[in-house]
């Protein structure tokens, strides 16, 4: 770029920045820069409360103890200070884990217990000697633990899951299909099922697989807390069937016979199941009682069994002639 060029540029910046509108306007920023920066050192002078975190974590734990709540623990802290203390608090580094080495607070009722005053101190020798604690939530502390009584739940569905029209629910799996739950032996006895957190999974036609915490259980620990699930819908067609009509409730010494002795009952199914669909299965009987000893001229008929996989069936005809034979 040409000399003159630059020099130009440079006497127009020049003039712009020292005109007397910007002269005044530069002499404005200054002093806003200025009394900002009074006002923020006041404000960090000053006395301040705020609320902080401090973690809480249960050490040295032996192998023989099962921990049956979280073994660490954020506790809410409200503290008293200078500003630009309180500051360093909120905006720098957190203050260090407090370390509750198990054998100082296990008790003889299966549980390691912090008072009130015992977190104060703890809390206190991870912050600054000029700052004053106020309040702690939870005021104290109690990690519930066993020796290993457990107890393994099969793992159940909580919620509901529905494939999208024109298909159904293969298949649904739980991997592990049931967990072990560590408690004390009043909570193992009640227990039955480990209940997945609320699940609703709608609308679906393909394979869905995710990953789900189970429901926590009161004073007690869950191995593992997630599980698995994993969804298989399958698209529904059309099938029929003939099936043979089995006479029921016959006079003794008599035949009843059935016009026709079969007929077709039509049903919906998943796909993958269409080919190994048991006709044998299905039972359609026809009741003599119904007939009113013979005064009917056509005999009822009743599905009353049918294979779990098939969807809806239905019979063709739910009457048929009939004749009986001595």
Same mark, same amino acid.
């Given at each position: 770029?040409?000399?003159?060029?630059?020099?130009?540029? +440079?006497?127009?910046?020049? !003039?712009?920045?020292?005109?007397? /509108?910007?002269?005044?306007?530069?002499?404005?920023?200054?002093?806003?820069?200025?009394?900002? +920066?009074?006002?923020?050192?006041?404000?960090?002078?000053?006395?301040?409360?705020?609320?902080?975190?401090?973690?809480?974590?249960?050490?040295?734990?032996?192998?023989?103890?099962?921990?049956?709540?979280?073994?660490?623990?954020?506790?809410?802290?409200?503290?008293?200070?200078?500003?630009?203390?309180?500051?360093?608090?909120?905006?720098?580094?957190?203050?260090?884990?407090?370390?509750?080495?198990?054998?100082?607070?296990?008790?003889?009722?299966?549980?390691?217990?912090?008072?009130? %005053?015992?977190?104060?101190?703890?809390?206190?020798?991870?912050?600054?000697?000029?700052?004053?604690?106020?309040?702690?939530?939870?005021?104290?502390?109690?990690?519930?633990?066993?020796?290993?009584?457990?107890?393994?739940?099969?793992?159940?569905?909580?919620?509901?899951?529905?494939? %999208?029209?024109?298909?159904?629910?293969?298949?649904?799996?739980?991997? #592990? !299909?049931?967990?072990?739950?560590?408690?004390?032996?009043?909570?193992?006895?009640?227990?039955?099922?480990?209940?997945?957190?609320?699940?609703?999974?709608?609308?679906?036609?393909?394979?869905?697989?995710?990953?789900?915490?189970? +429901?926590?259980?009161?004073?007690?620990? /869950?191995? #593992?807390?997630?599980?698995?699930?994993?969804?298989?819908?399958?698209?529904?067609?059309?099938?029929?069937?003939?099936? +043979?009509?089995? #006479?029921?409730?016959?006079?003794?010494?008599?035949?009843?016979?059935?016009?026709?002795?079969?007929?077709?009952?039509?049903?919906?199914?998943?796909?993958?199941?269409?080919?190994?669909? &048991?006709?044998?299965?299905?039972?359609?009987?026809?009741?003599?009682?119904?007939?009113?000893?013979? %005064?009917?001229?056509?005999?009822?008929?009743?599905?009353?069994?049918?294979?779990?996989?098939?969807?809806? #069936?239905?019979?063709?005809?739910?009457?048929? &002639?009939?004749?009986?034979?001595?």
């Amino acid at each position: 770029m040409p000399r003159h060029v630059i020099r130009n540029i +440079t006497e127009m910046i020049r !003039d712009f920045l020292f005109s007397t /509108i910007n002269k005044e306007f530069l002499i404005f920023l200054f002093f806003l820069v200025l009394s900002t +920066t009074y006002w923020i050192m006041s404000v960090l002078n000053d006395t301040m409360e705020r609320e902080i975190v401090v973690p809480v974590q249960l050490t040295e734990i032996p192998d023989n103890a099962i921990v049956l709540s979280d073994e660490t623990i954020p506790l809410k802290v409200t503290v008293r200070d200078k500003g630009y203390t309180v500051a360093a608090y909120l905006f720098g580094d957190e203050p260090s884990t407090v370390k509750l080495p198990f054998a100082t607070y296990a008790r003889s009722e299966q549980k390691c217990m912090v008072s009130n %005053a015992e977190l104060t101190k703890l809390v206190s020798s991870q912050l600054y000697s000029s700052t004053k604690i106020l309040s702690i939530k939870p005021e104290k502390l109690e990690f519930p633990y066993n020796q290993g009584q457990h107890k393994r739940l099969p793992v159940m569905l909580k919620g509901t899951v529905k494939p %999208a029209d024109s298909y159904h629910l293969a298949r649904m799996t739980f991997d #592990p !299909d049931s967990v072990t739950v560590y408690s004390s032996p009043s909570i193992l006895d009640s227990l039955r099922v480990a209940y997945t957190e609320l699940v609703n999974i709608h609308n679906f036609n393909d394979t869905i697989r995710r990953k789900v915490k189970l +429901t926590a259980i009161r004073a007690s620990k /869950i191995v #593992p807390e997630e599980i698995t699930l994993t969804l298989y819908p399958d698209i529904l067609i059309e099938g029929s069937a003939m099936v +043979t009509i089995t #006479p029921i409730n016959v006079p003794e010494g008599y035949t009843m016979r059935t016009f026709p002795s079969q007929i077709q009952v039509d049903y919906v199914v998943g796909a993958s199941r269409y080919n190994s669909v &048991d006709v044998s299965r299905f039972t359609i009987y026809a009741d003599y009682a119904a007939t009113d000893n013979g %005064a009917e001229k056509k005999c009822p008929l009743r599905l009353v069994k049918s294979p779990s996989e098939v969807r809806h #069936p239905v019979m063709k005809e739910t009457h048929v &002639d009939y004749l009986l034979e001595q």
